[in-house]
Every structure is written in C-alpha cells, then in structure tokens.
C-alpha cells in the first residue's frame, strides 16, 4: 500500500462522492486480495513462488474483474449478512459496556499499515493491544466540551420521551393502540431509545478516563502520548512531531483509530464499493504487483 502497489482508491469518477485520496481496505476486499493473490501465487507442493503465476498477468487481472463481478452479484446477500451478524455478535456487549458506538480499535488498513514485514501474529497482536490504551488517551485529550454538553441534552430529552414505557404498567395498550403523526407510542419509544444510547455514547466516561491516564503516564502531554503509541505501531509520521497538539492530527489518528461502529459502517460501504474497486482500480496494478513478487 505504502509504495503504491495496491490502488484501493475510488476510480475518479466516484471521487466526488466518497473522497479523492480516501482508502478503502475492509474484510470483504482484504478476504478477495487473498484469494486472487496469495490463494495462486505459491506452488501447491514445494510452497515456493509459481512461476506460471509471474507470467499470467493477465489472469490475476481477471481474477480481480471476476471477484468484483461476484460481489456484485452477492451484494444484497452479503449487506443482510453483515448487518445480522454484526448485531448478533456485537448487541450485547454494546448494551453492558453502555458505550453504544463500540470501542474504538484500529482499522484494518491501520493493522495492515503497521504490521511488520514477516512479523510473527502473536508479536504483532502484542504491540497492538499496547498501543491502545495511549491511543485513547491521546483521543480523549480533544473532547470537545460543547459537543459533550449537546450530548447530555439530547440524552436528557430523549430519555425523558423514552420513559413512555411506564405508560404500559397503566395500561399495556396505550404504546400499540395510541398514536401520533402517523406511528404508536412503542414506534416512538424504539427511536428516541436509539437516540438516547447514541447520545450517551458521545459523552466521554472521565472515571475512565482518569484510570487509564493514571496507568500510562503522569501528565497528558499530546506529544509524549503519540511517542509512546508510535513506539508500539512502530509508525510516526515527519508532520506529527511537534504538531501532535493539532486538530489535524487528532484528525489523523482518529481516522486510523474509529469507533468500532464506524468500521462497521465501512464494511458496508466497502460492500458497495469492493466491486468497483475490484473491477476498475485494482486491474491496473497487476504489472506492479507481480514485478514486487518476482
């Protein structure tokens, strides 16, 4: 990715929609780069490098076409999917933990940007889990406090409308049978319930907060913060030093270390856009490709 090999952006005719420099590297596109690279690249017996895969160009380029052409036609099958399976695995833990929009957690092209090259996983995995708690940290320095008032007002209000439900120890008709513009009392009371955990989500937990800062490091320097989490992903980056105080690197770490829900969101996206990428990005680099594995 990093010298140019791998083109997961949008063609250019999409740029207007979804960013002109924006990456996309998600499970779908990352699963379908392993069956048309890896899943053809070594020789079944000797597990070395197949010299007739160096020399089918062309058939890596199709493999990409046909994988792009497979996720369009699995599209609609592959977004039910992934929407009951998030929930299922994930709901629970959600409601427990009360944080609603998920930790956060590095994306897979962070993982992928950071990995080493031949790194052992259980290393990798190691480090990884070390830099996550600086990260937060880091993360949680810029918590706009207006955000965070606007936050505790949406809750309120949306809370105060979602005790509808004690309406039902009256009279457990009232939420199916009353209605307002259209929708009954339990329609109102699933979406400003869904209002409310979202809100919450978005007001930061300070007693959090002040025990992982405890743990990590005295003081809450932005800079001694993003030296110790570069120290773990092993990635720093010339324009943070010195600038580690700044919206856009905020902006910059954030983007590498979302919401987990936000991954999940992306993953959908990419579901759109995996075909296209497949079909029209990632075809013109099978040259590059190939010539890095010779």
Partial sequence: I???????????????????????????????????????????????VSTAFLKDRQGLEWRFIMMGIIHFLL???????????????????????????????????????????????????????????PTEEYIGLFQNPHLSQIAKCVAYIAGAVATLVLVSFVDEGILLYVQALDHNLFWYLGVFSAIFAAARAIIPDESKFVTQSAMISP??????????????????????????????????????????????????YSVLITPIVLCFSLPGCTDNIIEFIR
């Avoid at 090999?5 to 379908?32: C, H, M, R, Y």
């Avoid at 105080?245 to 993953?267: N, Q, R």
């Fill in 2 to 48: 990093n010298k140019g090999l791998l083109n997961l952006k949008s063609p250019w005719w999409l740029s207007p929609f979804v960013g002109a420099d924006s990456l996309i590297l998600t499970q779908s596109l990352e699963w379908s780069l392993s069956y048309c690279i890896l899943d053809h690249m070594f020789d079944d017996q000797s597990f070395t």
């Fill in 75 to 133: 599209l609609p099958f592959l977004l039910v999917f992934m929407i009951i399976h998030f929930f299922l695995q994930n709901a629970q833990k959600f409601h427990s933990s009360k944080a609603y929009l998920g930790p956060r957690q590095w994306s897979p092209l962070a993982l992928w940007t950071f990995r080493e090259f031949n790194e052992l996983p259980h290393i990798f995995e190691e480090r990884i889990h070390k830099s996550v708690a």
């Fill in 219 to 268: 003081t809450k320097d932005p800079e001694e913060l993003v030296r110790i989490l570069s120290a773990h992903t092993h990635t720093m980056r010339d324009e943070w030093t010195g600038k580690c105080h700044t919206d856009k690197v905020f902006h910059e770490v954030s983007e590498l270390f979302p919401y987990k829900v936000h991954i999940f969101a992306m993953e959908l």
